[in-house]
């Protein structure tokens, strides 16, 4: 199956700054997933990256809090824009690698101070 | 409100014995099922999981049962080992004809294996 490294693994942020994460696949594919953590909470669903178009995102989230960049089938980054401690949580990204594989990176936990 | 819903937040159970791990779920459009497991610091690893029309599915160890009438399922570990010792999530996929299947979530069962 297919690998899925992500980082940072981990970062604690000053409040109003910005932090991106990136995910590589080690395979070529076509939808990429954001999720979030918060604590005690399921992962939730940010947006759904394709390549070449614009990322669709979930209720709740919006591109200005967080951007995404998909420029090929085997990248992602999601950034946290002007950020909160409200925005402390763990970050995953996610890809469809079969028709019912879905694989996780190692996600990255961010603190925000 | 919670589509997809793991109601036990832990489990204890004692090496060699059952593990039974419970989900819900309230929307009927779901057509597959997921589950994962989940170590600290590491991203969610996928287990097993089993498609609407099926009603059991097995792999070794791990068991998924699917009650579509009830809208229940349940992942049996026989025997239960301490590396199972993780947090397992319920997932279900939601399928609209040319959507994007997105995996909707339960908050995870914190699964205990005592030696």
């Known amino acids: 199956s297919a690998v899925i490294s992500q980082k940072p693994s981990r970062d604690i942020c000053q409040r109003g700054t910005s932090l991106t994460i990136q995910c590589q696949v080690d395979?070529?594919?076509?939808?990429m997933f954001w999720y979030r953590q918060q604590p005690g909470q399921s992962l939730t669903l940010i947006a759904t990256?394709?390549?070449?178009?614009?990322?669709?995102?979930e209720s709740g989230f919006v591109i200005d809090k967080f951007p995404i960049s998909r420029p090929n089938l085997t990248f992602s980054t999601l950034t946290v824009s002007n950020m909160s401690p409200e925005d402390s949580s763990i970050y995953l990204c996610?890809?469809?690698?079969?028709?019912?594989?879905?694989?996780f990176g190692s996600g990255t936990r961010l603190t925000v101070v | 409100d919670q589509q997809v819903k793991q109601n036990s937040p832990s489990l204890s159970v004692q090496e060699g014995r059952i593990s039974i791990l419970n989900c819900d779920y309230t929307?009927?459009?779901?057509?597959?099922f997921l589950w994962y497991k989940k170590y600290p610091a590491e991203g969610p690893t996928f287990l097993i999981s089993?498609?609407?029309?099926?009603d059991k599915n097995e792999d070794g160890r791990f068991t998924v049962f699917l009650n579509k009438s009830a809208k229940h399922l349940s992942l049996h570990i026989v025997p239960s080992q301490p590396g199972d010792s993780a947090v397992y999530f319920c997932?279900?996929?939601?399928?609209?004809?040319?959507?994007?299947?997105?995996?909707?979530f339960g908050k995870g069962t914190k699964l205990s294996v005592k030696p």
């Open positions: 997932a279900a996929r939601e399928f609209y004809g040319g959507s994007q299947g997105n995996l909707i």
């Open positions: 089993i498609s609407s029309i099926k």
């Open positions: 996610s890809a469809r690698t079969s028709g019912y594989g879905y694989t």
């Open positions: 990256a394709n390549q070449g178009s614009e990322a669709t995102y």
């Open positions: 395979s070529q594919v076509t939808m």
């Open positions: 929307n009927s459009m779901f057509d597959y």
